[in-house]
């Protein structure tokens, strides 16, 4: 199994930045790709973006503002945030997806609360 950690949610005001990381702890071996979440208040969750093999994909939402990096060494996933948005605020979960005896499983993060307001 794989656990996760995030860190670094806020407050922050509309035009700033934040930087969200995810520390993966246990069968990091076997992690495939690592991606970000987020749930808006009153929506569903939603996809943001994903890192695999050195290849991120972004939602439209946060292309050109939003960077996810990954560092294998530190089993750790980045997602730097700019320009924010009041529409930004949310709850951000990290996944990562990894492989055990064959079959493909998820984990999920416990969440980082952010919230852009003035």
């Known amino acids: 199994q794989v656990q996760l950690v995030e860190s670094g949610g806020g407050l922050v005001q509309p035009g700033g930045s934040l930087r969200l990381s995810c520390v993966a702890s246990?069968?990091?071996?076997?992690?495939?790709?690592m991606s970000w979440f987020r749930q808006r208040p009153g929506l569903e969750r939603e996809w943001v973006a994903v890192?695999?093999?050195?290849?991120?994909r972004y939602a439209d939402s946060v292309l050109g503002r939003f960077t996810i990096t990954r560092d294998n060494a530190q089993n750790t996933l980045h997602l730097q945030m700019r320009s924010l948005k009041p529409d930004d605020t949310a709850v951000y979960y990290c996944?990562?997806?990894?492989?055990?005896?064959?079959?493909?499983?998820?984990?999920w993060g416990q969440g980082t609360q952010v919230t852009v307001s003035s």
């Open positions: 246990g069968s990091t071996s076997n992690i495939g790709s």
């Open positions: 996944r990562v997806t990894y492989t055990t005896s064959g079959r493909e499983f998820h984990s």
């Open positions: 890192v695999r093999d050195n290849n991120a």
